[in-house]
């Protein structure tokens, strides 16, 4: 099974090394593309020097700006699609993504063409939120599926692996989104097309270093974006 896990980096130093780790330890022979939007804490060096200890897993992709989540998945879908991978999964890099629930997602898209990794699938399973963090996540899935109309318990969810065939028919490339909003919107291309879409539990834990990318100038572009989404597709 030929698969890779795009994981892009922002000043993700000191979290890329036990990711890695934990990515070979759970899932050997996966493939690993880091995205670095020309990080300033050296996490694009450091991913370097992973890459060379692992030459035939561990593969960089520099970006000369940040300017988005979106651009940075769309530069690495097109990358990757030029390999003859049958599945690509996208992760965050700051370990609230735990690759020990990797190896689910490889059972469960074998019937499936696009998995989510799902915080809310068997009750909440975040670890580290506070109260009022928590409300705006459920509140803000709640808010996509009322609008989307997928059938998704955490349709925000960043974890999730496609089968290559999904991925390449959506247009990933036409996104309009190039925040958390395009997270939703692949979704939301693979759900209108009507390709197999399926969650996996998973436990969200709340990044140990670093800062959050999350503010409310993102949270108010989600708000629209998603509307946006609807009205466009």
């Known amino acids: 099974m030929r698969a890779i896990v795009l994981v892009p980096t922002y000043n993700e130093r000191a979290n890329l090394a036990e990711l890695v780790e934990k990515v070979r330890q759970f899932a050997p022979g996966l493939h690993i593309l880091i995205v670095d939007d020309n990080s300033p804490d050296g996490t694009g060096e450091l991913a370097e020097e992973l890459a060379r200890q692992h030459p035939d897993e561990i593969f960089v992709l520099h970006r000369q700006h940040k300017e988005g989540l979106g651009k940075a998945y769309v530069q690495a879908f097109t990358q990757v699609l030029k390999e003859d991978y049958e599945y690509i999964l996208q992760m965050d890099a700051d370990l609230s993504h735990d690759p020990v629930h990797l190896p689910c997602f490889f059972e469960k898209i074998q019937d499936h063409d696009l998995v989510v990794g799902s915080r809310y699938l068997q009750g909440i399973s975040v ?3 506070d109260l009022k963090r928590l409300i705006m996540s ?28 999904a991925l390449e028919s959506i247009g990933f490339e036409d996104a309009f989104s190039s925040g958390y909003v395009f997270l939703v919107e692949m979704k939301y291309k693979a759900y209108r097309k009507g390709f197999r879409l399926a969650e996996v539990p998973i436990i969200f834990v709340e990044r140990k270093s670093g800062n959050s990318k999350l503010d409310w100038r993102v949270i108010w572009e989600a708000i629209w974006g998603v509307l946006r989404l609807r009205l466009k597709y």
């Open 127 to 129: 670890v580290n939120w």
């Open 138 to 165: 459920k509140l803000a899935t709640n808010y996509v599926r009322f609008v989307t109309r997928m059938p998704l318990s955490d349709a925000t969810s960043g974890f999730k692996c496609w089968r290559r065939e």
